[in-house]
């Protein structure tokens, strides 16, 4: 059975830092894009960061709102993504979502592309 755990989340003040990660377990995924998503209160689920899957290991795409910011790596030997997030922002606050890509059929900011999600870790920037 495959399982995305995520973790890492909490409570931060603007201008700190966290870094998320997210292990996966049931199967390897180093020949899979991962993703990480989030959901504000209120809004729909978005696009953060994608890492693409080896041989090609290391190359990323960030969202507008987060690039220079936030940075997303992979270590296939932990079969584990991760997402460092620096400056926070109150905006950033959300529920985070790593995803496995397996459907080339749309963009990469298209949840449809995603067939595994985690549960979600909760992050929240105070002002």
């Known amino acids: 059975q495959v399982q995305l755990v995520e973790s890492g989340g909490g409570l931060v003040q603007a201008g700190g830092s966290l870094r998320l990660s997210c292990a996966a377990s049931g199967r390897t995924f180093m020949n899979y894009s991962m993703a990480w998503f989030r959901q504000a209160p209120g809004k729909e689920r978005e696009f953060v960061a994608i890492?693409?899957?080896?041989?090609?290991?290391?190359?990323?795409y960030y969202a507008d709102s987060v690039k220079c910011r936030f940075t997303i790596s992979r270590d296939n030997a932990k079969n584990t993504v991760y997402l460092q997030m620096n400056s926070l922002k109150p905006e950033d606050t959300a529920v985070y979502y790593c995803?496995?890509?397996?459907?080339?059929?749309?963009?990469?900011?298209?949840?449809?592309?995603?067939?595994?999600w985690g549960q979600g870790t909760q992050v929240t920037v105070s002002s």
């Open positions: 995803a496995v890509r397996n459907t080339y059929s749309s963009t990469v900011t298209s949840q449809s592309q995603y067939g595994y």
């Open positions: 890492i693409s899957a080896s041989p090609s290991t290391g190359t990323t």
